[in-house]
């Protein structure tokens, strides 16, 4: 069964500095999105994207984060200069369709130090 | 803004036992989900709920919408160990919005 497939599973960075999440989406998926959960909490809406654009992002979502679709497969999320409070799991999501189930990858644990 | 709230936010119950986890949301809204969680892991899709009066049942879970309530229900029939994990509901305000907003999570134990 297709699946959404994340890397790495776990991240370790230091205050102030880039890191990129990936995320393969299922592969016939056109919309694309990424959340994230800190530890215990419920899961937060990041951003959504479709047709190499964003179509909607939360307040969480500000300067320090941006996503591209840099190939057919792949689709990423950057955060230019982490902070303590952006430590969470994050976790892509992608649907055929706008309307359809949105399906999670594993996610990807972010310690930010 | 749209709130959605899950009671209870933890629930020890014996195997055996019924019970149902309640979600409500704020406003007016097209669509419901229901996510499992296990520890650490991610989340797998339950239920879709389109419409008022919406009912969607899998083995020992049921799900229902009451859109003019702003409520929906899991049900847990007879439960068994496997279910435990962390339940979530999540809304979808408009049809075709695409952001998901998460209820806070229930938390389920099953005790042998």
């Known amino acids: 069964e297709p699946e959404v497939t994340q890397t790495p599973s776990h991240q370790v960075t230091q205050m102030g500095q880039e890191v990129i999440l990936r995320c393969v989406p299922i592969s016939n998926h056109l919309y694309f999105y990424w959340y994230r959960q800190i530890l215990g909490q419920k899961v937060e809406f990041l951003v959504s994207?479709?047709?190499?654009?964003?179509?909607?992002k939360s307040e969480i979502f500000d300067d320090q984060f941006s996503v591209e679709r840099p190939d057919g497969s792949n689709f990423t999320l950057k955060i230019r200069s982490t902070k303590l409070e952006d430590s969470a799991m994050y976790f892509c999501?992608?649907?055929?369709?706008?309307?359809?189930?949105?399906?999670f990858g594993p996610g990807t644990r972010l310690l930010v130090l | 803004e749209l709130k959605v709230e899950q009671n209870p936010l933890f629930l020890s119950m014996q195997e055996g036992k019924n019970y149902t986890i309640y979600c409500n949301y704020s406003t007016t809204s097209d669509r419901l989900y229901w996510y499992r969680q296990d520890p650490g892991k991610s989340l797998e899709s339950l239920f879709v709920?389109?419409?008022?009066?919406a009912v969607k049942q899998e083995g020992r879970l049921m799900a229902s919408l009451d859109t003019k309530a702003r409520l929906s229900t899991l049900h847990i029939t007879a439960a068994v160990h496997d279910l435990s994990a962390t339940y979530f509901c999540a809304v979808e305000k408009n049809f075709g919005n695409e952001k998901l907003t998460f209820g806070t999570g229930t938390r389920l134990t099953i005790i042998p």
């Open positions: 999501a992608s649907s055929e369709v706008a309307t359809e189930t949105q399906y």
């Open positions: 994207f479709y047709n190499n654009e964003i179509s909607e």
């Open positions: 709920l389109l419409s008022n009066g």
